[in-house]
């Protein structure tokens, strides 16, 4: 038989099937349906079990623990895997390390630059949410809290170790937990196409980033889409400077190489200024992977791909290392970074009650040293500069949202894993009945039920060219949103505060 | 607590009104909290901050699950 007989035969095969309404065979969906419907039943009766085994199947982690949190009360608990429904949305979610409510316009800090993320708050449809809270501050047990939808109490999670899979142990030689259903499982369960990128876990916890259970293999067309995962940069030695003084990227010359806090990633307030272009840079490499992904996800729908995506991305800056370009830097000349309205530590507190932790510049503002008021501007400024630089990366996404037509029916959801430190120690304990609100974070004077703050007086939705100082709003009249402060609250304590200790202070 | 805690937050649902916004806004926490969101969108006259639609509803991240979840099925159960 000739080569173009053959052809034609193929042709006419695929025509036939083709009016027969059979779909093209999807390899990728196939498997993941055989995944879903694998990590679907995570209770396998004992029978079953030693059945799936005699057959020679690959069983799925069998759980370990249950666990029942009133925190998912409104959820069905372990619901029957589902197709999404048809008028269903897509979900783009951003998750920023370390991202203060300190932007421009949505949060009312105008000489913040972040352009992206002013046109993400006033276009059509955004809520900025101008209360909200993290349930602890600390990455790890923050995203196994919202992305469980479980308080820490209940997951038992405090350290970057432990995770919603092994339930606040170390241990790795034990099944995972298959009965929570984190934000990205739950999509997948229901018929979304999920993918993730980033930090949207506490890197690698769980296990390898929560596959197979929280993440599609890939798209139809776009082929495998692995999670992206990359190593996050870390600064290399800083150049050398004069002993005794701040080195070119912040370091303290008379301390430990790694840095104040012999940690080898701190490079100190400074950060590491580099020039080089975007693609070399974590968030900007992620940037990219989002991206194309959206792409991938794009090229699908228009081939007949019905099932709604969900894709989580994790940006890393402002968390330390504060590797980020020059230009960024550029945009926040030193005469803007003020010092902290507040820059002392609350007397009396503990000295306990300050952890270094492993970020290092941290330790520059600590109670052990002196505030140098110099290394203290330095670390504002770069910690501006890292926002920007993360809000032009958000913006790069955003706009392919746009440009692939994919904005009206997807939701994005933008928020910080927690808050941070620049300096501030908090207003001493003074004589009143309550604590007073931030002194540069609160968005207005009084978070009661006031209207919008007016941030600016001549507030522009584009970066200011020449930065005004920072803000410095009055401290508030009225009594703070938490009537009963708790008696230890660092900074915001009673008019007689009684320090008593924890118990690591003890030892 | 304030500065150790609170964070950014922003969420966008283009296809919602303003006025299911609001309904949104009230359902997350099950209660009427219509006097404490300001701002517009369409309010062409007012500044740029002022067209900024806030809610000072005071809001946990462990929030953000089933809001995603509830956004994805509001335009079928409104």
Redesign the interface.
Known sequence: MSRCTCVALLIVAAAHAWQAGEEPRDELRDKEQRDNTKWGKPHLTPAERKEAERAGEVLAPQPTKEVVDA?MR??PGVAPMAAA?D???N?L?IV?DD?????H????HSFMKTPA??E??????????????????HCAP?RN???????PDSLKIWNVNADFRNLGTRRTDREPNAQIFP?PH?FKRNGYLVFGGGKIYHPNHPSENDKPFSWSDGTKLGGKIRYFNDHDHDCPSPPPGPPGSIRAWGQEETTTPGGSDGDTNHVGCGGCVEDKPDYEFYDGRLANWTIRTLRAAKQDRLYGEKR?FFIAAGFRRPHTPWNVAQRFVDMYPAATTEPPKHPSWAEGAPECAFVCGGDGVGCDFGIKKPRQTEWSNLCRRTYYACVSATDHYIGEVLAELGRLEL???????????????LG?G?PNPSPGPGPS??PS????PS??????????P????HPHPHPSPSPSPSPSPNPS??PSPHPN?VG?GPSTPTWSLPHACRS | MELATRVPLMIRAPWLTDGQTQHLLDRMRGEKFGQNVSGTHNNASATAADRVIRSHTFVELVDIYPTLVRLRTLATHP
């Open positions: 925190s409104d959820f429904p008028d269903a949305k979900v979610m920023v991202l203060r409510p300190q932007l316009l949505a949060y009312g993320l002013d993400f708050a006033l276009s059509k449809g955004t809520v900025t949410f101008t209360r909200a809270y993290a349930q602890v501050a923050s809290s919202f992305m469980t939808s479980r308080y934000i739950w709604p904005k009206k029916n997807t939701v994005v959801a933008l928020f910080g894993d927690h808050g941070w430190h501030e908090g609100p931030s974070l609160s968005p207005s978070p009661s039920l006031s209207p919008s703050p007016s941030p600016s001549h507030p522009s939705p949103p938490n609250q915001f």
